[in-house]
């Protein structure tokens, strides 16, 4: 069985244009879907994700649960990587 990856609460967001993403600090937040990195632009964020948002998520299987506290993500896809050529 998948376990969930504990991830705070307030760092699940959801932006104006309805992604759910985690804001990592420093600038980097991350989609939950698609694991690409996208850049900071606070004036695209809408809010905390809500439950409602969550239980999409939760149906997708991208998020096994969550409480006032965490959000359990059972796997959040690794970013593209550069690779030296």
Known sequence: MKSGVPISRHCVI???TSEVVVDW???VFQDIR???L??????NVSHTSLDEEL???????LVEKYDVHNVYIIQM???PK???E
């Open 38 to 43: 996208l850049p900071e632009d606070d004036q």
């Open 34 to 36: 698609t694991g690409e």
């Open 14 to 16: 959801t932006l104006k």
């Open 25 to 27: 600090g420093n600038g």
């Open 55 to 61: 239980d999409v998520l939760r149906k997708m299987g």
């Open 77 to 79: 896809p690794e970013p």
């Open 82 to 84: 550069r690779t030296i």
